[in-house]
């Protein structure tokens, strides 16, 4: 089976654009949250979708946003982008609303560079 | 709010011997933890978990944490490393309260030495 995939995988922007970072969920995971690695830290919750719906977001600022599709795919965007905003984004699937029992399955991750 | 501690940004070990990775925990009501590990260029996999019961958690590729709450630790060890350990090693916390939103420490790097 295919495990959580993410596009692109690298990607280079320039300071104010806006950039669109997907992720398939493993077939039959309904919840999908997105997380920050900035280089040399751990990663940061950004948001995190049930059912398409919002079920939590972390402390980002607006430029941040994101949505689930019915198929349960997930779109992160990033708007007027900051060099501050370079760093691997993490996506994560479970099988059902995060609980404890429902871990969480990460893609390789899209390394985006702000120049 | 949650958070962890990772004690040490970097450890290394000789092939062989013992690898220990300190995790401490700060949390109000009773945490859920893991521990995932990222290789070079690539996302996060779960080693192993902690939710209820027993205190002693076996993971995957011979690791394992223990649960002590006196303590509020979750460290995690492995008998003899190999060279395919090294990695990066990632602690993290959620709780019911939090939807289960994990929150990671700033991660350990493991080296082994031949």
């Known amino acids: 089976d295919a495990g959580v995939t993410q596009s692109p995988t690298h990607l280079i922007k320039t300071r104010g654009q806006h950039v669109t970072l997907r992720c398939s969920p493993i077939?039959?995971?309904?919840?999908v949250s997105w997380y920050q690695q900035v280089l040399g830290q751990g990663p940061q919750f950004i948001f995190q979708y049930y059912e398409k719906e919002e079920r939590g977001r972390g402390n980002f600022p607006d430029r941040f946003s994101a949505r689930q599709f019915p198929n349960y795919s997930s779109e992160l965007n990033v708007n007027a982008l900051l060099l501050g905003d370079s760093a691997l984004y993490l996506c994560?699937?479970?099988?059902?609303?995060?609980?404890?029992?429902?871990?969480?399955?990460f893609g390789n991750g899209t390394r985006l560079t702000v120049t | 709010a949650q958070s962890v501690t990772q004690l040490g940004s970097h450890v290394s070990v000789s092939e062989g011997a013992l690898v220990l990775l300190r995790c401490n925990y700060s949390?109000?009501?009773?945490?859920?933890l893991f521990w995932y590990v990222q290789y070079p260029n690539q996302g996060l996999q779960l080693l192993l978990k902690y939710t209820t019961g027993a205190t002693l958690v076996k993971g995957i590729n011979g690791f394992e944490a223990e649960f002590k709450k006196s303590e509020t630790s979750f460290h995690l060890t492995k008998p003899s490393a190999h060279m395919s350990d090294a990695a990066e090693y990632f602690c993290a916390v959620t709780t019911r309260s939090n939807d289960y939103k994990l929150s990671f420490g700033a991660g350990t790097t493991v080296t082994v030495r031949a």
């Open positions: 949390s109000s009501v009773p945490p859920y």
């Open positions: 077939s039959g995971h309904k919840s």
């Open positions: 994560a699937s479970s099988l059902a609303a995060p609980a404890s029992n429902s871990p969480l399955h």
